[in-house]
């Protein structure tokens, strides 16, 4: 694990998606609207569908496909489903970095 750029801070959109890549695989970063900025895996464990398109309600993801939510802070289904992966974020010189697999 290592931590990877991802964007600058302008770049977060309030509670909305950011999505990237890394080493092969998508990931999104939120932004929520007390500041803090998460990071987890770009496609839905439920039925595998992107995430690109999803929207953050506090800490709560909600699946823009079949509507599976996860809490953000620790990846845990709200329906007892499979979790969701997330990783460790931080902000360094106005930059959103996040601890990722290589
Ligand atoms: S893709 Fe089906 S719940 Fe997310």
Redesign the pocket.
């Known amino acids: 694990m290592g931590w990877v750029v991802v964007c600058p801070t302008e770049e977060l959109q309030d509670e909305e998606a950011v999505p990237f890549h890394h080493a092969g695989l998508p990931y999104v970063v939120f932004e929520a609207d007390d500041g803090t900025v998460f990071c987890c895996a770009g496609s839905?464990?439920?039925?595998?569908?992107p995430?690109a398109g999803a929207v953050l309600d506090g800490t709560v993801l909600e699946?823009?496909?079949?509507?599976?939510a996860f809490d953000l802070t620790d990846g845990t289904s709200e329906e007892d489903g499979p979790p969701l992966p997330v990783f460790s974020v931080r902000v360094v010189r106005g930059r959103v970095e996040a601890q990722l697999p290589d």
């Open positions: 839905c464990p439920v039925c595998d569908a995430l699946c823009p496909a079949d509507g599976a």
